[in-house]
Every structure is written in structure tokens, then in C-alpha cells.
């Protein structure tokens, strides 16, 4: 059974960078057609996609947000990461990583992680 | 952008049938997928790809996809399917995720 487990500061500053891990156990980030994506959801709202990597490399990313994250994996430890650069607190949202069946679904996800921005 | 349009609020009577929609352009001409998303909890895949139910989930759960609309139906509806319902496609024209607004689903 393949899990997916958050992990990073839940409080940012400003204009910082938002990063967070996301570590997979049970199965392999580099097997299969697998994008391991970030989706966001702020307080009593809906869902937000951010972005999705496959291990190859490449990439897609929300277009309201792209100027601002980079999605990127480490095979060797079985991880993918979130950076979210400048953030406001626009940005503070409760954060999930998960696995995306190619262009399909999201089939399994992470509990979340709640990231607040403020000074 | 592609945009999934979805009732903000849907409520019925146990044992009733809920029929929840996510409406889009030729949303016909996509894979639509659907999740349960209770308080606290992250979302829960309960349809695929139209109408496939993954492993665990209740036979009570069916999807379908024509035309402009898809729909999500719970049948015989439980105190336990209390919970927000998200659509979703991928955008093939954009390669984009895109998520309805959502359908907080109460059970009365």
C-alpha cells in the first residue's frame, strides 16, 4: 500500500520560500506513469492544483502559480518537494502531495500539512 | 482555462439517492474523476475515469459523463456520506488539473 507523508515548517514568512517534502513508502517514485503532484486548499475552500512531476523530469504546473514553484524528486530517498517562492498570505492553505495515475486521477494522498504565512 | 461548474450544496433524507453534477464544456470528451472529502480528512478517491469505482468503495457510488454534465449518484445515502464532493479532469489542451468548486453534501 503506497503512502505519502508531509513534512516541512508550518509557519513562513512573507517573501520567503515555502518548501515542503512529501516521502513515499510502499512503492517506487521512479516506477510506473506516476506524477507525484501538490494540490493546496485554503480554509473552507475547494481544491487546488499546483503542480505535478514525473521522475523523468518533466513537469506541469498550474498557471496562476508558475512564475513562483518549482516541483522536483530525489529518487534516491524516495521523495519529491514543494517550492513556493515569495509567498503572501494568500498562500497559507492546508498542502497535500499526491500520486497522479498519468492523466488520470489521484490515487492516493498524504494527510496534509497545514503552512500558515505570517510574520 | 477550463472551468467544472458544481452546486455548492446538495441535502436529502437518508435512503434518498443524491445526484450530484460537474458541469463543463463537453465535459463528455474528458475523464472525470470524483472525490469524498469528509472534515479533517484528505480527499478520497470514490469514482474513476467516469465510473469506476476503486477497491473498497460502496457499490452505492456510480458515475456517468455525457454531453456538458457528469454526474456523481449515491444511492440509498448514509449519515456517513456527509461530506464535500470535488470533480476533477485533466485539461489536455492546457495540461492542466482542474477541480470543480465542490459539493458539501448534508444528510438530514
Known amino acids: 500500500q503506497v503512502q505519502l507523508q508531509e513534512s516541512g515548517p508550518g509557519l513562513v514568512k512573507p517573501s520567503q520560500t515555502l518548501s515542503l517534502t512529501c516521502t513515499v513508502s510502499?512503492?517506487?517514485?521512479?516506477?510506473?506513469?506516476?506524477?507525484w503532484s501538490w494540490i493546496r486548499q485554503t480554509p473552507g475552500k475547494g481544491l487546488e492544483w499546483i503542480g505535478s512531476?514525473?521522475?523523468?523530469?518533466?513537469?506541469d504546473y498550474n498557471p496562476s502559480l508558475k512564475s513562483r514553484v518549482s516541483i522536483s524528486v530525489d529518487t534516491s530517498k524516495n521523495q519529491f518537494a514543494l517550492k513556493l517562492r515569495s509567498v503572501t498570505a494568500a498562500d497559507t492553505a492546508r498542502y497535500y502531495c499526491?500520486?497522479?495515475?498519468?492523466?488520470?486521477?489521484?490515487?492516493?494522498w498524504g494527510l496534509g500539512i497545514q503552512v500558515t504565512v505570517s510574520s | 482555462s477550463y472551468v467544472l461548474t458544481q452546486t455548492p450544496s446538495v441535502s436529502l433524507a437518508p435512503g434518498k439517492t443524491a445526484t450530484i453534477t460537474c458541469g463543463g464544456n463537453?465535459?463528455?470528451?474528458?475523464?472525470v474523476h470524483w472525490y469524498q472529502q469528509k472534515p479533517g480528512q484528505a480527499p478520497l478517491l470514490v469514482i474513476y475515469?467516469?465510473?469506476d469505482r476503486p477497491s473498497g468503495i460502496p457499490e452505492r457510488f456510480s458515475g456517468s459523463n455525457s454531453g456538458n454534465t457528469a454526474t456523481l449518484t449515491i444511492s440509498r445515502v448514509e449519515a456517513g456520506d456527509e461530506a464535500d464532493y470535488y470533480c476533477?479532469?485533466?485539461?489536455?489542451?492546457?495540461?492542466?488539473?482542474?477541480f470543480g468548486g465542490g459539493t458539501k453534501l448534508t444528510v438530514l
Open positions: 499526491a500520486r497522479k495515475e498519468g492523466f488520470g486521477d489521484f490515487d492516493y
Open positions: 510502499g512503492g517506487s517514485i521512479s516506477s510506473g506513469d506516476h506524477y
Open positions: 512531476m514525473i521522475y523523468s523530469g518533466s513537469t
Open positions: 463537453d465535459i463528455g470528451s474528458k475523464n
Open positions: 475515469y467516469d465510473s
Open positions: 476533477q479532469v485533466w485539461d489536455g489542451s492546457t495540461d492542466q488539473v482542474v
